[in-house]
């Protein structure tokens, strides 16, 4: 492999040699189940009623649909930007359309209690972004 960094490739060898690799694995799934488990509990708390997820067997993501009642992911993403947390725009990944209201989380990078101050944070952005929605839709356009 020529673009794995030379540091990473020793580590893998390293791991290999001494029989380590497997049990590595074992402590990195566990700590990732921990931190989707984190993940998913505080979608729960702080993510607006509506909001929709599912558990993820593996991987690195959760990805979260937003109820329709408020900002798209897009417009969200500047207001969770000025809260301090951000994420990945789910239309980036639709190349034929779609996605609108998807957000794509990253558990892997954080702690759990990080991953919690996250989406307490993207939660108390779309309820202040979702309350100017209840204002236009109140106002008269003319």
Known sequence: DISTPGLNQRVIHFLI??????????????????????????CERYLPSGSRWSSPEGGL????????????AAELYISAIQHGVAYAIGSVFYPAGGGTYRIRL????????EIEEGLRR?????REMSADYAE??????L
């Open 17 to 42: 040699e001494r029989g380590l690799l497997s049990q590595q694995l074992e402590r990195n799934n566990r700590e990732l189940r921990r931190r989707r488990d984190a993940a998913m509990e505080a």
């Open 122 to 126: 993207i939660g108390r952005a779309w």
């Open 61 to 72: 993501y959760l990805w979260v649909e937003l109820p329709k009642n408020g900002p798209t």
């Open 106 to 113: 990253n558990y892997a990078v954080n702690r759990p209690a």
């Open 136 to 141: 236009l839709e109140k106002a008269p356009l």
